[in-house]
Nanobody, 122 residues
Framework: QVQLVESGGGLVQAGGSLRLSCAAS????????MGWFRQAPGKEREFVAG????????YYADSVKGRFTISRDNAKNTVYLQMNSLKPEDTDVYYC???????????????WGQGTQVTVSS
């Protein structure tokens, strides 16, 4: 099991940027694929971005491609989500999650953080 703690959320104007961080502890972080998901009240949790254990592979939802960048620092046990050109529709609670496989499906992710709120004002 791995413990995950997100940080970096907040309120930003449309067009602005935020960087989310997710610090991991417990299981060997460098062996895990990591993902970022987001969820609005009453909606399903949706995939945002994923990164393989080595960082050599990344994948993005079409809605964020070209605006968001996922990265990881295995020496610091941390995964990041750089979010640029933010839009009001990016407003959600953002979660990081860990998986033993590189996947876009939330069913493959067994460990989750508590979430961090991102609010983009128009």
């Amino acid at each position: 099991q791995v413990q995950l703690v997100e940080s970096g959320g907040g309120l930003v104007q449309a067009g602005g940027s935020l960087r989310l961080s997710c610090a991991a502890s417990g299981r060997t972080f460098s062996l895990l694929a990591m993902g970022w998901f987001r969820q609005a009240p009453g909606k399903e949790r949706e995939f945002v971005a994923g990164i393989s254990w080595s960082g050599s592979r990344t994948y993005y939802a079409d809605s964020v491609k070209g605006r968001f960048t996922i990265s990881r620092d295995n020496a610091k046990n941390t995964v990041y989500l750089q979010m640029n050109s933010l839009k009001p529709e990016d407003t959600d609670v953002y979660y990081c999650a860990a998986s033993v496989v590189f996947s876009t499906s939330n069913m493959e992710y067994k460990d989750w953080g508590q979430g961090t709120q991102v609010t983009v004002s128009s």
